[in-house]
């Protein structure tokens, strides 16, 4: 095996290794975790911060600059998607596909980025 | 596996409420799984086209199932980057999983290690979001009940089932898939899908709000670093919100 090929399984297993790490950070410990209360109440606020903060930047941003032109199919299927969430409240699936339909439509159909 | 699990897993099976929630677990993943499908087929795209050997995506793909960093740490591992920088980004982006996993803590803390290992490592974002939708509560004591239980791998087994066959399909027919598609933003939509319901009150919806803008403001940081940002940025927005509206 070369150099390149054996770091590179070395990178797959660390890969591996922080994957399985991170996801049970705290369910590996047997006992308990004690953590003051001032913390979970702030980390009641951290998993839809996580996920927001992974979409907003791809709704708004393309190659790093803010969009110049409102005519973006990102922006069109975040808005339906949103109005179908408000109008029909709880129906995650029916967003998701609200959502990609216009993105599809706008973006196969009239050609837009 | 063990023994036990495996009669363990034979007897739920065998329980019609088990199965009924297995089977709604399946239903209500059904249009999260189509971001999955997306997100695994722009991965095995990624892969396909990094330059980097059959064995070694096809290792990628099987073993480490998380497509942030799959996504971040392909083109780092291609370049030869020094193995403690492919593993900083990787925790960086999997640093909301450490957040998810305390959450987790009260739903299965009462399990063998295995299983809680296991449970987590199958957990990604659209099982926490959906999960925590239809039981915002714990069961006591940390044990799932039988309906939870059966719920969870119904979400989970769905959704690493359509991540595994979308990216293998991506590596495979890697040429085959036009770019135009714009795969990548169906991912997007269905994260922004599940976070909805999760903006349960004035506070979160605050704090969220300001985590948003914040990841938008810091987004030219390295190895996802605005994420950790916004996720610091909602912690502090949060107390302070939580205080105003006086929640608990």
């Known amino acids: ?113 | 596996m063990n023994l036990p699990s495996v009669a363990a897993w034979r007897t739920a099976r065998a329980d019609p409420a088990w199965r009924a929630a297995f089977a709604a677990g399946r239903r209500d993943i059904a249009g999260a799984a189509l971001g999955t499908v997306a997100m695994g087929l722009v991965a095995g795209v990624a892969m396909a086209k990094s330059g980097l050997g059959l064995g070694l995506v096809l290792g990628v793909s099987l073993l480490v199932f998380a497509s942030a960093s799959q996504l971040a740490c392909l083109p780092l591992i291609a370049a030869g980057a020094p193995l403690w920088v492919i593993a900083a980004t990787a925790c960086v982006l999997n640093l909301r999983f450490v957040v998810f996993s305390m959450h987790w803590r009260r739903y299965f803390g009462g399990h063998s290690r295995l299983h809680r290992v296991l449970f987590s490592y199958l957990a990604g974002d659209p099982v926490y979001a959906q999960f925590v939708q239809r039981y915002p509560v714990p069961a006591p004591g940390g044990r799932t009940t039988r309906a939870q239980q059966g719920y969870f791998l119904g979400l989970a087994l769905t959704n690493w089932a359509a991540w595994h066959v979308a990216s293998l399909a991506g590596i495979f027919l890697a040429d085959a898939i036009p770019a135009a598609w714009g795969l990548r933003f169906i991912g997007v939509l269905a994260l922004l899908a599940l976070a909805l319901p999760m903006l349960t009150d004035r506070a979160v919806r605050c704090s969220a709000l300001a985590a948003g803008a914040v990841a938008l403001a810091t987004a030219s940081l390295p190895m996802g670093l605005n994420v950790v940002a916004a996720i610091g940025t909602a912690f502090v927005a949060g107390l302070w919100a939580d205080k105003r509206w006086s929640v608990r």
Do not use: C, K
């Open chain 1, 1 to 113: 095996m070369s150099w390149h090929t054996t770091h590179a399984w070395l990178a797959v297993l660390a890969l591996v290794a922080v994957t399985v790490l991170t996801r049970s950070f705290f369910l590996l410990s047997n006992s308990e975790p004690r953590l003051p209360a001032w913390l979970l109440q702030g980390l009641r606020h951290a998993p839809v911060a996580a996920l927001l903060a992974m979409v907003v930047p791809e709704v708004f941003l393309s190659n790093g600059h803010l969009l110049a032109d409102w005519r973006d199919a990102r922006l069109f299927a975040v808005a339906a998607a949103l109005l179908y969430w408000l109008a029909r409240r709880n129906d995650v699936t029916g967003t998701i596909l609200v959502g990609t339909a216009t993105l599809m439509l706008l973006r196969l159909g009239l050609g837009w980025l």
